[in-house]
């Protein structure tokens, strides 16, 4: 079996789907620091741009069966 840093984007989020949070995890350490760069460009809040961090991925975990597949997993998150 793979570990959790070997797993692509969509098994990963597949697996958070399913409750795994280590995945989730492991998606959150990958996409979060370039989604909070990203956030601080256009919002110089820190608190702000942390709840909005936080409110994507728990929409990631409740919404993961919503992701076709199709394209990169950094630009549904970014969409």
């Known amino acids: 079996m793979s570990t959790p840093t070997e797993r692509s984007d969509a098994e990963l989020l597949r697996a958070s789907g399913d409750g795994d949070v280590t995945a989730l995890r492991t998606l959150y350490d990958h996409h ?30 409740k919404d993961a069966g919503k992701w076709r597949g199709d394209g990169e997993l950094a630009a549904w998150l970014w969409g």
Do not use: G, I, K, S
């Open 32 to 61: 979060a620091p370039w989604l909070t760069v990203r956030l601080m460009r256009r919002c110089n809040d820190p608190e702000v741009v942390a709840d909005v961090v936080q409110d994507t991925f728990l929409t990631l975990w």
